[in-house]
Nanobody
Framework: QVQLVESGGGLVRPGGSLRLSCSVS????????LGWYRQGPGQTRDLVGT???????YYSDFVSGRFTISRDNFKNTVDLQMNSLKPEDTAVYYC????????WGPGTQVTVSS
């Protein structure tokens, strides 16, 4: 059974940074591509970016070089470093094992506000 637990969210001022982490269990972690998604108030759940088993990354256009996804195949964690945060980045952030479309963690709330 896939389990995903996100952490690291919180309240940050515009221009600030946060680092989110996701602990993953129940899968062959090193062999799986992983992704981060987000869902803002009244919005759809959108892809932030992905990281392949071979460490290649993809980011949605709105990231604009501000976010970085990394993974630790020994700790079975995937992180999302977010810099230059904007109010529109306010959302619940979720990680996901891309081969398991129905498995979601509880998410972690990120609020960007002055």
């Amino acid at each position: 059974q896939v389990q995903l637990v996100e952490s690291g969210g919180g309240l940050v001022r515009p221009g600030g940074s946060l680092r989110l982490s996701c602990s993953v269990s129940g899968i062959d972690f090193p062999r799986n591509a992983l992704g981060w998604y987000r869902q803002g108030p009244g919005q759809t759940r959108d892809l932030v970016g992905t990281i392949a088993s071979g460490l290649g990354t993809y980011y949605s256009d709105f990231v604009s070089g501000r976010f970085t996804i990394s993974r630790d195949n020994f700790k079975n964690t995937v992180d999302l470093q977010m810099n230059s945060l904007k109010p529109e980045d306010t959302a619940v952030y979720y990680c996901k094992a891309l081969s398991y479309p129905d498995s979601w963690g509880p998410g972690t709330q990120v609020t960007v506000s002055s």
